[in-house]
């Protein structure tokens, strides 16, 4: 165990502290220096993609007509971004399902519903679903064995 000061991609300097054999931390190091960036950075580059995604969230729901969500000003950008990655992935479901018109309107359902949501809390308690995978699963579940059909509820 010691600590390493690594150049970090951004060009400052930082320490960290290694462990295991001196070979794996030399490497490491070697690694980090023209991978990582110092951790300063890191979080600036971090927060400066969650304002640009949360102003594009503002934008798209302002443009789409959703109602406006309620909390404080940190749940609400968190639940904006939660929204548009939930409607994002319903719309893209959509665009693969197009053919059938009970999975299109079980989509158009839920978007509606997830437009119309007003609280914030509401979609950081529950931002597990409406994923791709669930909503694929939720889709086979309710597959008609005997007819093929979707039915989607």
């Not at 054999?21 to 991978?35: G, I, M, P, Q, T």
């Not at 007509?65 to 409607?87: M, T």
Request: hydrophobic content about 30%.
């Amino acid at each position: 165990m010691a600590w390493y000061k690594i150049e970090g991609i951004c060009g400052h300097i930082f320490e960290k502290q290694l462990y295991g054999k001196c070979s794996s931390r030399d490497s490491y190091v070697e690694w980090a220096n023209n991978h990582l960036e110092c951790p300063d950075c890191y979080k600036m580059r971090i927060e400066k993609e969650r304002l640009e995604l949360t102003e594009k969230a503002k934008k798209e729901a302002s443009n789409d007509n959703f109602v406006e969500l309620e909390g404080s000003e940190k749940q609400i950008n968190w639940a904006l971004s939660i929204r548009k990655s939930k409607i994002d992935s319903l719309r893209k479901i959509a665009g693969e399902n197009s053919s059938d018109n009970e999975i299109i309107e079980w989509i158009k359902n839920k978007v509606n519903s997830l437009k119309n949501q007003k609280s914030s809390k509401w979609f950081i308690d529950n931002r597990s679903i409406y994923s791709i995978e669930f909503i694929e699963d939720k889709i086979e579940e309710n597959k008609d064995k005997e007819t093929g059909k979707n039915l989607v509820g």
